[in-house]
């Protein structure tokens, strides 16, 4: 499947209609949906309807924007009015929506062709989709592996190339780790900058969507469009928007230099051999192309991942309350009381990696234990964000691996969730600290499964996180290769 900029040049020029590229798309889903499992809805007629429109429109000689008719694909825990949105969870088994979410909205405004609901962990709690009541996503590089979570569906479906791009939700890493275990680019921008007015809340303090695409520009192209001020989301920045693609240069020369710091307490125990080779060469990529490279010290990262299991599951805890089996979805009927009906509800419900977080999360914030877990997270949490701080002194972007390692066999860590949350090991400090970061392809290993790198930038500087990825991808032929299963 092609790129944005290559669908729109063909839909501009008639050489193919939007309901052809949408039919190509939804052929695919058809084609690779028993052995990928991306999806837990796919949205056929809407699509089509969609692409009709958006064919009229050019057809009447209207112009049309970069994003109409391109092939997206919805993490299903975004608000979409009339179709199903479950947060691959059995309480929101028959929810549907009432209103659309902003992202969404922006979207279906811009002529983007939704093909489908994708499939996640369970209110986006995983690393690795298996949490989902429903399916368990394979990824397309080995079918045998996790595409890794929460929003591995989306990942799984722009690897696949089921749909051209989609979005996800990173909380600890849930866009950047899918993206790195199925060799796609995957971005978290900056808290704040795109709304999450309709976005189903896990960690209100660190949800943030972001898009999943197969190149570096169209990434940029469809933050571009998702980014901006919501005043229906009170923590909605208010800033306007840069065209991040004048951004994408092939190398840094002509902006002035670059200063890449290399995150040193991300390398060393724990770091897969294959990964840190991988990174490690990209580094040199980086400083053949004319990056001043740095190691730099983030003293307090280590403590991102144990300091996230107190916040994350706080917030989860009284998010997830409103699910009782009166205002959404599913309730259980074996219940005759009141008390009854909510408790079998919740219990019948929500899967198990989701009660753990309840039980942890209304633990953490009880009054005994208040103090000593939830203040204390917050404390450390601002530490984290000050060992950033001091980094950002030094250099504009700071790298590392994205993931400890490349994507694991499914079922392998379903059973022991402390080594399930490690793998978040990476990707947790970027959102305590509220930043952007974009995981790139930087290699494969001896299995031929993909490697990611993780580029962190300051508080909205998305553009320079593009800069160094888009010089990178044009220095590297990671992001052409494809699975096998395409044919
Ligand atoms: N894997 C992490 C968790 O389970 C992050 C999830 C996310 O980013 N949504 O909480």
Redesign the pocket.
């Known amino acids: 499947m092609a790129s944005i900029r290559e669908l729109h040049k063909q839909l501009i020029n008639k050489e193919r209609s939007a309901v052809e590229i949408a039919q190509e798309a939804l052929n695919r889903i058809q084609q690779l949906e028993p052995k990928v499992h991306s999806f837990l809805h796919v949205t056929q007629e809407a699509a089509l309807q969609q692409a009709r429109k958006v064919d009229a429109k050019i057809a009447a000689g209207e112009e049309i924007g970069l994003l109409a008719g391109i092939p997206i694909g919805i993490k299903d825990n975004m608000c979409t009015k009339g179709i199903p949105t479950t947060c691959a969870s059995k309480i929101l088994e028959n929810f549907i929506p009432p209103y659309e979410s902003t992202v969404t909205q922006k979207l279906a405004d811009a002529g983007a062709v939704m093909v489908g609901k994708t499939n996640l962990?369970e209110f986006?709690?995983?690393?690795s989709c298996e949490t989902s009541a429903y399916n368990v996503t394979s990824n397309p590089w080995d079918l045998s592996r996790v595409p890794g979570?929460?929003?591995g569906g989306s990942a799984a479906a722009v690897a696949a190339q089921e749909c051209t791009v989609s979005l996800g939700?990173?909380?600890?890493?849930?866009?950047r780790?899918p993206a790195s275990f199925c060799g796609i680019v995957g971005m978290k921008p900056t808290y704040g900058l795109v709304s999450r007015y309709g976005l189903v809340a896990?960690?209100s303090s660190?949800?943030q969507i972001g898009p999943f695409s197969r190149s570096v520009e169209d990434a940029a192209i469809l933050l571009g469009e998702i980014a901006g001020y919501d005043p229906k989301d009170s923590t909605s920045l208010k800033v306007s928007i840069p065209n991040y693609t004048e951004s994408l240069k092939p190398d840094f020369k002509p902006r002035g230099k670059i200063r890449i710091g290399i995150i040193k307490e991300t390398f060393g125990e724990g770091l897969d051999s294959q990964v840190e080779q991988a990174v490690t060469k990209a580094v040199d990529t980086l400083q053949e192309l004319g990056a001043e490279i740095h190691v730099i010290s983030c003293p307090r990262y280590r403590y991102g991942v144990p300091i996230?299991?107190i916040i994350?599951p706080s917030e989860a805890s009284a998010n997830l309350a409103r699910y009782d089996g009166v205002k959404y979805g599913y309730r259980a009927e074996d219940a005759d009381n009141l008390l009854s009906m909510y408790t079998r509800t919740r219990s019948t419900g929500f899967g198990a990696?989701v009660k753990r977080?309840i039980m942890i999360g209304t633990y953490a914030l009880s009054a005994g234990y208040y103090d000593a877990y939830y203040l204390k997270a917050q404390k450390v949490r601002t530490l984290i964000k000050e060992d950033f701080e001091k980094a950002f002194q030094q250099v504009d972007v700071l790298a590392c691996p994205t993931a400890p390692m490349a994507a694991f066999k499914a079922g392998e860590k379903t059973s022991d969730p402390l080594s399930?949350?490690l793998?978040?090991l990476m990707?947790?400090p970027v959102?305590l600290a509220g930043l952007p970061g974009i995981s790139i392809p930087c290699g494969f290993n001896d299995q031929g499964i993909p490697i990611g790198l993780q580029l962190i930038g300051k508080v909205l500087r998305e553009d320079q996180l593009f800069q160094v990825a888009y010089a990178y991808e044009q220095a590297t032929e990671w992001h052409l290769r494809t699975p096998s299963l395409i044919s």
């Open positions: 962990d986006a709690m995983g690393s979570g929460s929003s939700s990173d909380t600890g890493g849930s866009i780790l896990f960690a660190l949800d996230y299991y994350a990696e977080r399930m949350y793998s978040d990707t947790i959102n």
